[in-house]
C-alpha cells in the first residue's frame, strides 16, 4: 500500500459546508520520534480505533520490540495511553479512525472523518465513524510527539 503524504479532506462534509474534517491524517515525525497515543472518550455503541503507518515501520516498545508496517489500536483493547517510536525516511505517520459494527474493521467511509485541534502541543482527534447527523464525539484521542 502506497503511503499518503498529503492529507485527505472528506469532500461529502466539504459539500456540506463543513471544510474541516479528514478522512486521512498525516502528521510530520522525525525518524525514530516517539509518539504517545490518549484515548480520551468513546460514545458510540460501535466499537472504536485508530490505523497509524510509517514508510518503515512502528515499534511498541512493550512485549518483543518488533517493528510493525502499521499498527491498528481498539480503545476497549489498548491501554489507555500508549507510546510507539516511529520509524521514517519520508517523515510522514499516517492516522485515520477505524470502526467495527460487528462485521469487521471499517474505514475511509462517504461520512467518515475527524475534526483536528491543537492545544498546548497536543492534537486532539474527534472522530465520526459514519452519518452526517454527527458532533465528531464517537471516538477523541489525543497525539503528542514526545
Not at 77 to 102: H, M, Q, R
Request: proline residues 2%; contains cysteine; hydrophobic residues 35%.
Amino acid at each position: 500500500m502506497d503511503i499518503r503524504k498529503r492529507k485527505i479532506i472528506n469532500k461529502a462534509f466539504a459539500e456540506k459546508g463543513i471544510d474541516n474534517v479528514i478522512k486521512w491524517d498525516i502528521q510530520k515525525i522525525k525518524n525514530e520520534q516517539e509518539i504517545r497515543i490518549e484515548f480520551i472518550s468513546k460514545d458510540s455503541n460501535n466499537r472504536q480505533g485508530v490505523w497509524l503507518k510509517t514508510d518503515n515501520g512502528i515499534e511498541i516498545p512493550v512485549g518483543n520490540n518488533e517493528i510493525h508496517p502499521g499498527i491498528l489500536l481498539w480503545e476497549d483493547t489498548a491501554p489507555k495511553e500508549v507510546t510507539f517510536k516511529c520509524y521514517t525516511n519520508d517523515g510522514f505517520l499516517s492516522i485515520y479512525n477505524v470502526w467495527d459494527k460487528g462485521g469487521g474493521k471499517q474505514s475511509q467511509a462517504y461520512s467518515s472523518g475527524m475534526l483536528i485541534e491543537e492545544l498546548e502541543g497536543t492534537l486532539i482527534y474527534r472522530c465520526n465513524d459514519f452519518g452526517f447527523e454527527t458532533d465528531f464525539s464517537d471516538l477523541v484521542f489525543s497525539i503528542d510527539k514526545i
